[in-house]
């Protein structure tokens, strides 16, 4: 039933997206919103909650990607209330609120560092059935030290540093369905 309401939805987005210009000439609207949406449907676990969480974790990805601070603290706070809700999540969930009360871009990535170290030990073990996780990694991130994120799909889309460094990084591993 879940499965069936995430292409409903997805169908009324895609709709949605069609616009009629001045001209009257129709056009597509490809926000980051509708990617995220569209990437995180091809990944499905087999627990609800994961699922929730990793399609929270691919908005918030995606607002930092479009350096879009307020979408990130919106997202990041969505993805706190998904992670109070699974076991062991607690201090994650912690991090995900931390990213949701920053002020500052900056701050909200450099954040998203140690959230995303966490969740990806967490797929990494989760029963994922269907689809492909990238880890994807920015060895320029946070001064030198690096930054690793999830995707799902190989194209690198920097969270870390947005349309500065788009294209900075590369797929490191892939967690596929068993």
Known sequence: MRNYFGVAALMVLAACQTNTNSSGTTTKDSTAKTVAVATAATITF????????YHDYIVLKDALVATKM???QTAAQKLAGSLKTF???ENTAVTAQKIADAKDIVVQRKEFTALSSDVIALFKHAALTKGT???QHCPM???GDGG???SSEKKIQNPYYGSEMLECGAVTEEIKAK
């Open 141 to 143: 991130a946070n001064k």
């Open 70 to 72: 307020t979408d990130a």
């Open 87 to 89: 076991n062991g999540c």
């Open 46 to 53: 087999k627990d609800a909650k994961l699922q929730d969480i």
């Open 133 to 135: 996780i990238f880890v």
């Open 148 to 150: 690793d994120w999830l």
